[in-house]
Structures are given as structure tokens and as C-alpha cells.
């Protein structure tokens, strides 16, 4: 690896060796600003247990020096998120990197550090909390003390009562090491606790849009210190790609963009923006005009750290429709603050007992699982009228980036981007419609306008061999990334490369209802850009056809494809929860049958078909 584990360095060898006992480093790994936002609650909650005998120190891991400063730290905490296939998130890809090089190595590097590890993941998804696992593992291997054992926090469920849970254990894992002597007298702070504020400067002449607007179209996406530079593209198209007779819709969207350099199997980030009904109901909360033009500034002295405010100046309009999460669930943290600002006492009380440890239960039934909205709790509590900094700072998150696989080529579609998305218009169990920010923000948007993205590069990639067989398994807008694989094959097809064997599985509801692109696959049937075509209408008789069954009927051919003499390749991509757990026991399943094995051998065969880069997964 490119990052030598560094020497242990030669001070923090000695007992009691020029570390600094009082500060606690915590160090956050985040994709999404959660992770950033827990890293602030723990120094927070630090501060409060031991005062002044303290110093909590955050940090992002992208921009500290971890292979000199690692070491030498008393102790360091870890509030690191897991991103898609088990992955750590972008900013925490070179501490990985370096991690790993220091596990290699295998010297005690760590000996005299305190540590502990809070993971972000969700139990949906297939290597739950796999990078904070690894963290806390390595760190343990290499000589390092664990001073709380570490919690992983699901996001599926309440993640907030997780962490609230690991600080308890985290503040016992302190006493016993010596912080005890150094408690503070608790003074119930939270009775009389000040709602953590941006302070707002509005300003008063200053009405032109145009000159307003400009920075958002070059700036950082919405994700805090986890955004990423966007770029601009424009719309070239967008079209309808069920029939009428569906009830639902997927669009195919067309961006237009000439700097971006990406590879089919990649995804791209689309920055989306809310409705402007949703918008019109949120000033209304706020009871401040849309055209009102202001900007957000950390407040001086205070002690709350607080990320930084989107740039401003920017009309309230922009600040609802680009950055506010208006229709995901507020976060439990929320609700000291939205209590706060609540005249009606009753409305206050119900708010503090659902954030309480007694509304535990009620809190998971009626905001969890009902999928309660933010602007939904406006409308059921309406006394609660906050100011617009406390608004920013306390109680909305970001809104934040939603990714999509890119469904072309740019060989075949130079400086174009295709997405393929299925939009999300539903009735939560709560009985009130959901619809999804971004895939209806794409499908009302006409030619010509402007869309900011980002290319994120991913490991799902086609075979450099095009002759090497491969075998997709992509229902509903899963295909989105076959479909770049297939235009690329298709591109190679006409300059004369020869094409090994390939396989798609495809499914959906109806044949005439979703079945999407359906004469682009017919027409690479016929030329021999796929080679088996499967297809599954789950709902077109009464048996649910799904793509397992067709994988797992046609298992000698999968299996000579993936086993044959040239080694295949074997793709799934789409829904992580249940289809892509229900192809993987599929495959597990026909190694079973091929190699007439037990299940746990094949399970073992298939997880080496996946370190080998032979079983890819695009999973969400
Ligand atoms: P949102 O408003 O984000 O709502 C989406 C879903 O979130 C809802 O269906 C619901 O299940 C859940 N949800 C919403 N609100 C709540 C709540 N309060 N509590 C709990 N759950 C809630 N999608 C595609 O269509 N095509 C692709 O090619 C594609 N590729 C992807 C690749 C990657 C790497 C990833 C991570 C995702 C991909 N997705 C793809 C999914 C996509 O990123 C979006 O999640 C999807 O389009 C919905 O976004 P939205 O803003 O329209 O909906
Ligand atoms: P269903 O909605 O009729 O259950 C694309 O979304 C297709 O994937 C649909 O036909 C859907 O069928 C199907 N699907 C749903 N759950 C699945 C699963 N566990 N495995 C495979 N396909 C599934």
C-alpha cells in the first residue's frame, strides 16, 4: 500500500509519555453528516460529565493526520459510518487504506492508546457496520486498550437511543480509568438548556436571484463536510418508461455533461431540490417570506460546535428547496428543540416525553414507523414556531445527495450521463402519501434545465476480457447498470471484438406494464450482445416469478458460464433487503447442486467467488 504504518513514535513509548491524558480525540467517518453529528454529541456529552478535565477534540478522519498523531493520542473515539457493499465512507478511504497497511504489518503500534468505536449502518444491508467492526478489531490487534465495547448502531431503527446507550458505557469505561475524580456536579443542565442557534443576518436590499443562485451552482453539495464538489449538467431528456396500463412510474433521464469522465458500473450523485408546494408549506411554519434573503453565521462564544452553515446570502426559498430535508423523519435530537419552541404546554410535554427514556416505545411507533415527515410534525404539533437559525441548526438536516447507477456507456453516449429511476410515490403506514424528493424532482424536469451532480466510482465493473462470460441479475431499475454494460459490449461488438457468452435476468411486475427498455434487450438478443435472456412478471399469473427462480431452473448454464473454462463473472443489482439476499442463496444454491456440496461449502465457494471480483453486487 501507498501509506507506510509509521513507527510508533519514540515519546509515547514511555509510561505516562507526553500524551495528553485530558484530551479525548474523536474522529468521524461520515457520508452523510450523521456521523459528524454524533461525533458532536459525544464531545458535548464529555464536556458535561468532566467540565473542564476534558478536552473533547473532533475531527474529520479526512483531514487528520493519522499515521503520525494516531499514536500518540490517550484516547481516541471512532464514530465511523458503513457505506454500500461494506465499505468505509469516502472520506475515510485513506485512513482504511492505512489501517490495513498496519494490520498487515502487524506490530503492537497502538500499545498505550485508549479507544473506542460507535458504528453507524443498517441492518438492511448485507456487511452491517462492516467498517467500524474492522476498525475496532484492527485497533484491538494492534495493541490498543478498548475503554467501551463498541455499540453497532442500526439505522433501520432508533440509532439515536444506540448512541445514547455506547455514551453511558463510554463515560463508565472513563470513571474506571481514571476520570471519575474529574466529574462535574451534574446541574440538570437540560432544564434550562439553550437551543443550539446559527445567528441569521438578513438582508434587506439585496433581491437578485440570479446573483443569489449562482453559488449553489458550483458549490458543495448539501451533505456539510461530507458534500462533494458538484458539477453542473443540463437536461437533455426525460421520458416515461412504463406503459399506461402501470400504476407506477420510472423515468429515463438523460444528462447532458462534458467534463465528467466515468465507466459503466458507476453511480452518479444528483443533488435534488423540493417541491414547491412542499417549500410554500414550510415558509408557512416559519412563518418568514420566501423571498426573505439572508445568511447563517456561526454564532461567537458559542459553545455548541455546530457544522458549518450553508454560504449565503441566498432567499429562504433557495435555503427550503436545496437544503432542508423537509420530508425524511426529524432525528430524536430534534425534539429538545422543537420542545423548545413550542408555546403550547401540552404540545412541549408530549414533545420532551417522546425524546424521553420513558417514550422509548411511542417515539418508535409514532415517528419510526409511521415514517412521520418533519413537516407532518409541524402540522401535528402547530404551536412550534422556531426561529430560523435554531430551524437550520437544530432541528432540519440536509438535504442530502441521492445516487443513481448510470445506465449508459460513454462509448456509445460521449459526454452524456443516463439514469434510470424508479419514482417513489407511496402511502407511508401512517396513511399519508410519501413522495420521493429526488425521483420526482427528476421527472418534472424539462430539457434544458440544470441539474448538479457528481460521478462516484464504484468497483462494478465489466470484465477487461470482453470474451469472459457474465452473468446480470438486474430486476426493476436494477437493469440501470446492465444497460451500460450491454452499450459498452454492443460498442466493442461493432469494432470487431469478439463477445464471450452473456446472461441478463430481468423481472418485473407485467410484461406489459414495466417491463422496461424491452426493444434495446430484444434488439442485443439479436445481435448477440446477450446471449440468454431471462425474464420474470411476478405478477402476471398467481405464482410470484421472480429472477431467483429462473437463475436457479437454469443452473447448469449459470454454472458453465461462471465455472466454464473461461472464469465468468456474476452481477446483481437493485433492492439490497430482500432480492439481492434472496439471489445470493439462489447462487449459493445451484454451487450446492453443480458441485454436489454441502450448503456451507458452497456458501464458502460463492464467498470466494466474491473476493475474487466474480461475484459483484450494485446493491440499495
Ligand atoms: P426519498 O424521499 O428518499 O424516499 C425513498 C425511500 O426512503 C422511500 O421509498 C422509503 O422507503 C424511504 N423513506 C422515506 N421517508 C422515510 C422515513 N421518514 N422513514 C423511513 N423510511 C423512509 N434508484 C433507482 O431508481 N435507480 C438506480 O439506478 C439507483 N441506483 C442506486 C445506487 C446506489 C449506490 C444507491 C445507494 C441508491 C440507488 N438508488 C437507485 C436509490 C436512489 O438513490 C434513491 O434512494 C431513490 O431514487 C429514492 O429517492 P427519492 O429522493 O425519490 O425518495
Ligand atoms: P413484486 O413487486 O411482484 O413482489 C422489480 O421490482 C421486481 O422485483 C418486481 O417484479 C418485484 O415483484 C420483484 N421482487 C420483489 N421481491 C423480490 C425478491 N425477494 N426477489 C426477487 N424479486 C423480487
Redesign the pocket.
Known amino acids: 500500500g501507498q501509506h507506510a504504518a509509521a513507527p510508533p513514535p519514540a515519546d509515547a513509548q514511555a509510561a505516562g509519555d507526553g500524551r495528553d491524558e485530558s484530551r479525548v480525540r474523536i474522529l468521524f467517518g461520515t457520508q452523510t453528516g450523521t456521523a459528524e453529528k454524533f461525533a458532536n454529541q459525544i464531545a458535548k456529552a464529555l464536556g458535561e460529565a468532566y467540565g473542564e478535565g476534558v478536552t473533547p477534540v473532533v475531527e474529520d478522519l479526512e483531514e487528520y493526520a493519522f499515521a503520525g498523531a494516531l499514536a500518540r493520542e490517550a484516547v481516541a473515539l471512532f464514530v465511523v459510518a458503513t457505506y454500500g457493499d461494506g465499505d468505509p465512507t469516502d472520506s475515510a478511504m485513506e485512513f482504511d487504506g492505512w489501517l490495513t497497511d498496519c494490520e498487515v504489518a502487524g506490530e503492537a503500534i497502538f500499545e498505550g492508546l485508549q479507544y473506542g468505536v460507535f458504528a453507524l449502518g443498517n441492518t438492511e444491508y448485507e456487511h452491517f457496520c462492516a467498517f467500524g467492526k474492522k476498525v475496532d478489531r484492527t485497533l484491538e490487534q494492534l495493541g490498543a486498550e478498548r475503554i467501551v465495547k463498541r455499540t453497532d448502531g442500526d439505522d433501520s431503527s432508533c440509532i439515536e437511543d444506540d448512541l445514547d446507550d455506547w455514551i453511558v458505557n463510554l463515560l463508565a469505561g472513563l470513571d474506571k480509568r481514571g476520570f471519575a475524580e474529574k466529574r462535574v456536579q451534574s446541574t440538570n443542565g437540560a432544564a434550562n438548556e439553550i437551543v443550539p442557534a446559527y445567528d441569521v443576518v438578513i438582508a434587506e436590499n439585496c433581491r437578485d436571484e440570479r446573483k443569489l443562485s449562482a453559488y449553489d451552482r458550483t458549490g458543495t453539495s448539501g451533505g456539510g463536510s461530507a458534500g462533494h464538489t458538484v458539477s453542473l449538467a443540463l437536461v437533455d431528456e426525460v421520458r416515461e418508461l412504463h406503459s399506461n396500463l402501470s400504476e407506477r412510474s420510472c423515468v429515463h433521464v438523460v444528462l447532458n455533461t462534458n467534463e465528467l469522465n466515468y465507466e459503466p458500473g458507476d453511480h452518479v450523485a444528483v443533488v435534488p431540490e423540493n417541491s414547491e408546494e412542499i417549500v410554500q408549506e414550510a415558509a408557512k411554519v416559519l412563518g418568514v417570506d420566501l423571498d426573505t434573503v439572508f445568511t447563517l453565521k456561526q454564532q461567537e462564544g458559542n459553545p455548541h460546535k455546530l457544522p458549518s452553515p450553508f454560504p449565503g446570502p441566498v432567499t429562504l426559498r433557495t435555503a427550503l428547496k436545496t437544503f432542508a430535508d423537509l420530508t425524511a423523519s426529524p432525528r430524536k435530537s430534534a425534539f429538545p428543540a422543537l420542545a423548545a419552541f413550542a408555546t403550547n404546554q401540552e404540545e412541549a410535554q408530549r414533545l420532551k416525553f417522546l425524546c424521553s427514556a420513558d417514550g422509548k416505545a411511542e417515539y418508535k411507533k409514532c415517528v419510526l414507523d409511521c415514517r412521520m415527515s418533519l413537516l407532518e410534525l409541524f402540522q401535528d404539533f402547530p404551536s412550534v414556531k422556531p426561529t430560523l437559525g435554531a430551524f437550520f441548526a437544530s432541528i432540519c438536516p440536509r438535504l442530502q445527495p441521492r445516487y443513481y447507477s448510470i445506465s449508459s456507456s460513454p462509448a456509445m453516449h460521449p459526454n452524456k450521463i443516463h439514469i434510470t429511476a424508479?419514482v417513489v410515490d407511496e402511502v407511508k403506514p401512517s396513511g399519508r402519501p410519501h413522495k420521493g424528493v429526488c425521483t420526482n424532482w427528476l421527472k418534472v424536469q424539462a430539457p434544458g434545465a440544470f441539474a448538479l451532480i457528481h460521478v462516484r466510482k464504484s468497483h462494478f465493473r465489466l470484465p477487461s476480457d470482453p470474451e469472459v462470460p457474465v452473468i446480470m441479475v438486474g430486476?426493476?431499475?436494477?437493469l440501470a447498470p446492465f444497460r451500460g454494460f450491454l452499450q459498452e459490449r454492443s460498442t466493442l461488438q461493432q469494432k470487431g471484438h469478439q463477445l464471450g457468452p452473456a446472461l441478463l435476468f430481468f423481472?418485473?411486475?407485467s410484461r406489459k406494464k414495466?417491463y422496461i427498455y424491452e426493444e434495446e434487450l430484444q434488439q442485443y438478443l439479436e445481435d448477440g450482445v446477450i446471449t440468454e435472456l431471462y425474464t420474470?412478471?411476478?405478477?402476471d399469473q398467481e405464482e410470484?416469478d421472480?429472477?431467483?427462480h429462473h437463475l436457479f431452473a437454469n443452473r447448469d448454464k449459470v454454472w458453465a458460464a461462471l465455472n466454464g473454462g473461461r472464469k465468468g463473472v456474476f452481477y446483481v443489482c437493485?433492492?439490497a433487503a430482500?432480492?439481492a439476499?434472496?439471489?445470493h442463496d439462489a447462487l449459493r444454491d445451484i454451487v450446492q447442486h453443480c458441485q454436489n456440496c454441502t450448503a456451507a461449502e458452497a456458501e464458502n465457494v460463492v464467498k470466494a467467488l466474491g473476493d475474487q471480483g466474480r461475484y459483484q453486487k450494485d446493491i440499495w
Not at 536 to 539: E, P
Open positions: 424508479a430486476p426493476g431499475a436494477g423481472g418485473c411486475r414495466d420474470a412478471f411476478s405478477r410470484k421472480y429472477v431467483q437493485g433492492e430482500h432480492m439476499r434472496d439471489v
